[in-house]
């Protein structure tokens, strides 16, 4: 019970960061979001820490969708088969050094967008380099940069 306080104080202090996102045109979110035991499940299934930004994300949103993009998340129907959770362990079995990363999107052909327990992105594309390149920028900072790239592709 101790992860559960952790984790009452933490959306507690975050509030309704994703509202914003919510907001945009042609986005959308989960129908089913996921509760505090499903979050908590994936993350023990996924052995990552989640930063306080992806637990909030995931409980706010579930999963993000807008134009042709869709962020990876967690919903209440799919569970632990959800798409986050099962490309975040795909990746792990496949590639070690994205053990304490977990999924956020398929950029596609490979490209994938990671997050780590601090909420920072970085991408990997393991067909040009093993290693893992930070992107600099926080999660809530990626999703509303994906928005303005596709949403400026899409008029």
């Known amino acids: 019970t101790q992860s559960l306080e952790s984790n009452r104080e933490r959306r507690m202090k975050m509030g309704n960061i994703f509202e914003s996102i919510k907001q945009?045109?042609?986005?959308?979110?989960?129908?089913?979001?996921?509760?505090?035991?499903?979050?908590?499940?994936a993350e023990q299934m996924m052995d990552c820490k989640f930063g306080k930004l992806l637990y909030s994300y995931l409980e706010e949103c579930?999963?993000?969708?807008?134009?042709?993009?869709?962020?990876?998340?967690?919903?209440?129907?799919?569970?632990?088969?959800?798409?986050?959770?099962?490309?975040?362990?795909?990746?792990?079995?496949?590639?070690p050094q994205t053990k304490n990363f977990v999924a956020i999107e398929d950029m596609g052909d490979g490209d994938y967008i990671l997050c780590d327990k601090n909420?920072?992105?970085?991408?990997?594309?393991?067909?040009?380099?093993?290693?893992?390149?930070?992107?600099?920028?926080?999660?809530?900072?990626?999703?509303?940069?994906?928005?303005i790239q596709v949403s400026s592709l899409n008029g």
């Open 119 to 147: 909420d920072n992105i970085s991408e990997f594309i393991p067909s040009l380099s093993a290693d893992l390149k930070s992107l600099e920028i926080n999660l809530i900072d990626h999703i509303q940069a994906r928005y």
């Open 24 to 41: 945009l045109d042609k986005v959308k979110v989960s129908k089913f979001l996921p509760d505090e035991k499903l979050i908590e499940e």
């Open 62 to 95: 579930g999963a993000v969708m807008f134009f042709f993009v869709e962020m990876y998340g967690i919903n209440k129907n799919q569970g632990l088969q959800s798409d986050m959770v099962v490309k975040t362990k795909m990746l792990h079995d496949l590639y």
